[in-house]
């Protein structure tokens, strides 16, 4: 029997990893422009900005000397960071699904003169040969978007070589729990203390974890000016009251 003007209604029911795959990458490519277009000048063309906050990795240093290091972005975006890396003398590769966004990193590629290698590819399958690269970086990219951190993180493990490190900076819900769904693609809720166990079960030993780091004003309008961020790392009290994003350091052994 047909229903004349069905309510509307929510169902649920579970979606697998190729399915969970296509949507990401649909949104993805279908917001590229329109992300780049918001954010494009302030992320810029050879820039690491950590987070919407403007962390520059030139001022803080998170990663430490990069010249020769053999570096992979995971999920690069436009790619702006990968290309601060380039010209930093890291031989890097900046990986995304979306090929939206990786045009844009083609076209930033062009207007800076600084090519990068880019892959097209899913964090849960990297393409990369066992223990190719020296850093993994992450930052609001890739483990927050996947339906399975876990293999992700056991995916970074394969591609490290003993002694390589991986860097995550990201929304911790511990904190940033009433803002964190804000963003219709945020598909899993991590904290330090299980992405710290999730590395641990995926063979790394947690160097450093930092539980309250930065603020979460990805859609607050607190002005974002380099002076402030530079001054609110110089004050650690205000971290434990403001911060809500965590920062992660795990070695592979």
């Known amino acids: 029997m047909l229903i004349e003007n069905p309510e ?14 296509r949507a990401s990458r649909g949104w993805w490519d279908a917001d590229a422009d329109a992300y780049q277009a918001e954010h494009g000048g302030f992320l810029g063309d050879v820039q690491l900005r950590w987070c919407p906050e403007g962390l520059l990795e030139s001022q803080a240093g998170l990663l430490g000397p990069v010249a020769g290091a053999t570096v992979l972005e995971l999920g690069c975006g436009a790619a702006a960071g990968a290309r601060w890396l380039a010209a930093e003398g890291a031989r890097v590769v900046g990986l995304d699904l979306s090929a939206g966004m990786l045009r844009h990193a083609l076209d930033g590629a062009k207007a800076s003169g600084v090519p990068v290698p880019l892959v097209q590819a899913d964090a849960l399958a990297l393409p990369f040969a066992d223990q190719a690269f020296d850093i993994v970086g992450t930052a609001f990219g890739a483990v927050p978007f996947v339906d399975d951190s876990a293999a992700a993180m056991r995916e970074v493990y394969r591609v490290l070589r003993p002694g390589g ?27 330090d203390r299980s992405m710290a166990e999730g590395l641990e079960l995926a063979g790394f030993r947690v160097e450093h974890v930092r539980p309250r780091f930065l603020p979460y004003t990805i859609k607050s309008r607190l002005p974002r000016w380099p002076i402030l961020v530079r001054l609110y790392l110089r004050l650690p009290p205000l971290h434990r009251v403001f911060g809500k994003q965590m920062f992660l350091v795990a070695v592979r052994p």
């Open 8 to 21: 509307p209604g929510v169902t649920r029911r579970t979606v697998g990893r190729a399915e969970a795959r």
């Open 165 to 191: 490190r991986l860097l995550v900076l990201g929304p911790n819900i511990r904190y940033a729990s009433r803002v964190y769904w804000d963003f219709f693609d945020h598909h899993l809720p991590l904290s």
